[in-house]
């Protein structure tokens, strides 16, 4: 079931519902990320992004990985790349089988921007590609960048953004940063700035920087209109967690077995997420249905 982004978020746009977009750099999270949304008969889009695919996650490895898990299952899965900015890397992605790319020109002027994302979406659903891109900037935690209101996303701009490049998803910048907030902190988001966006355009949006973001705002993200969140420094702490409990239990435990608790504490944390942003339940028939939602 390895689906364009598309199909996911326009289903979640209409029924206010959010979608989970786990950055996922080798086969134990994905495997507990897609089998979490077995379980919770919901969508999941997994992806990384280019400093990832260099690292660890290499594309030529991940996605043949991702293929096989998402037809083994009965939930939609969608592909995505993460933060693309250079053309042939975003290129190579969609020449591979990624369902989505992201162009991010957030940081470039307003009309680089617009002409960059233009390219990168046409390019993308000639091959069948959906595509998501930026408007405002979502910056860094450890800069407080989430506090700089200059780098919100205008509404006065957005229609002519999403007019203007034709993308499926926009990213938007109302509150939240990459990475990880000190210690005790919880964002504060602009959800009247939500509003607006969602009223004006009435498409799929999306919240970069999920991570630490607290469930009470991630809930009205959700029912103001965000449709997917992006999540990776909490999924990478719910791996680390349980690894050192698992070390904890047995100081002789051996590899294999952290890997098996790592993704064990990734899946419980990804099933939980998916309860709070509603997308639990969303492909079953009936009963069950309103079951996966209490």
Do not use: W
């Amino acid at each position: 079931m390895l689906v364009s982004m598309k199909a996911i978020l326009d289903d979640a746009n209409r029924n206010y519902y959010g979608v989970m977009a786990m950055n996922s750099i080798n086969i134990e999270m994905a495997r507990a990320g897609i089998m979490a949304a077995e379980e919770e008969h919901s969508p999941i889009i997994m992806q990384f992004g280019p400093g990832q695919m260099k690292n660890h996650a290499h594309a030529e490895e991940m996605l043949p990985v991702i293929k096989e898990l998402a037809a083994r299952v009965h939930v939609p899965v969608a592909l995505n790349l993460d933060h693309g900015s250079d053309f042939y890397t975003i290129a190579d992605c969609i020449n591979r089988g990624f369902t989505n790319v992201m162009y991010d020109g957030s940081s470039l002027p307003y009309e680089e921007n617009v002409k960059r994302t233009a390219i990168i979406t046409a390019l993308a659903h000639g091959m069948g590609c959906s595509v998501e891109g930026e408007l405002g900037h979502v910056g860094q935690a450890d800069h407080e960048d989430d506090a700089d209101t200059d780098l919100y996303t205008d509404p006065d701009l957005a229609m002519d953004f999403v007019e203007k490049t034709g993308i499926d998803a926009l990213a938007v910048a109302i509150g939240t940063a990459h990475g990880a907030y000190p210690k005790g902190k919880i964002p504060k988001l602009d959800f009247e700035r939500l509003h607006l966006l969602k009223e004006t355009l009435n498409m799929p949006l999306v919240l970069h920087g999920g991570s630490g973001s607290g469930e009470e705002n991630l809930r009205k993200a959700v029912a103001g209109g965000i449709n997917k969140i992006n999540v990776c420094t909490d999924a990478f702490e719910a791996g680390k967690r349980a690894m050192l409990m698992e070390i904890g239990k047995n100081p002789e435990t051996d590899y294999m077995h952290l890997c098996m608790a790592a993704e064990a504490g990734i899946k419980q944390f990804v099933k939980d997420y998916m309860k709070v942003i509603g997308s639990s339940g969303r492909y079953i028939y009936g009963a069950a249905k309103q079951a996966g939602n209490e």
